[in-house]
């Protein structure tokens, strides 16, 4: 008998590999396919961005795994300007290979095992359980710390705003979350990616001092350029915070050599310097947010949460396969709630990343 020794034993199917069928029938609608589903940004990257980019492609030499002190420097101050972080040392601050990797590798990064919980909410991107899995830690799904019982979690991910559900946890909610956690000697990493674009609600930082009090202890905060900037395909993360734990990851990451391309940082820094593009982005967004609310709801389905983020939390009361089912003969694809846990078993979420056309479209099918 053979055994493998490859983590991906331990993992489930890739959740997007299950959507086959339904964008195979979706494609077949007269008027094409309308992809909802996986949230990736179509608008263009910005002038200055790629000008950046193609200044700084003569780099023949190898980049630093802690990345140039200007990009961190950018990323300091577009949190102290933005988000009202004004006391995170760039030393403290490590450029990522896009957030996911981060956060599929961070409980191996942090020396978690067999043995070892880890804490993610009920709803949750399917990347925090995956990465705990491939640690050979438990990942538990829980929006409650004081009802974990014996469990002791090394690592709590928390998410706001969430994907997929766009809600934001208020500043007295993640303040609890950081005493607990501080409290039972856990790390909190928080995913931030989704923090430019509030909608209903204000989404505030891990680090911002009315959370952390000021100390960084025990704190990781993730960032992304992917959504805010249409930068997905740059792959560009970071994750600031606790001085020591950022030490160590520098240390592991430099032997593991995950080092982000010159070029790449300057396009960062040209992105994390400059607001307006955030803000024309955040419009044509808020713009396809809209139309597509009015249009399911029209249609006959509610929306939850979806205080913020790229996506519309919707659910008409069903199985989530039976949705998709309905949608995709419309000839638009939307995530099934069930990639994201039980918790979403009634729900589908659905991206706000399609060309205005393509939103256009998709409100016309649903008007029926």
Known sequence: MTTSLSPAARLPEFPWDQLIGAKRTAAAHPGGLVD???GTPVDPVC?????????????????????TDALRRSYTGWL??????????????LPTLGSK???ASLPAQLGLGAGDVVVIPEIAYPTYEVGALSAGATPVRSD????????????????SPSNPTGRVLPVEHLAKVVDWARAHGAVVASDECYIDLGWDAQPVSILHPDVSGGDHTNLLAVHSLSKRSNLAGYRVGFVSGDPALIGDLLQLRKHLGFMLS?????AAIAALDDDSHVQAQRGRYEQR???????????GYRISNSEAGLYLWATRGEPAAATIERLAADGILAAPGTFYGPGGAQHVRIALTATDERVQAACERLAG
């Open 47 to 67: 002038t200055p961005i790629r000008r950046a980019l193609g200044d700084a492609a003569n780099s023949p030499g190898y980049p630093t795994v802690h990345g």
């Open 101 to 103: 990797e981060l956060v």
């Open 36 to 38: 909802l589903s996986i």
């Open 80 to 93: 102290a300007r933005a988000h009202g972080i004004d006391h995170l040392d760039e030393r403290d601050v």
């Open 262 to 266: 010159t070029p790449i940082q300057a």
């Open 289 to 299: 947010r809209t139309a597509l609310a009015e249009a399911l709801e029209s249609a």
């Open 144 to 159: 409650g710390l004081a009802g974990l019982g014996p469990e002791r979690p090394k690592l709590v991910w928390i998410n």
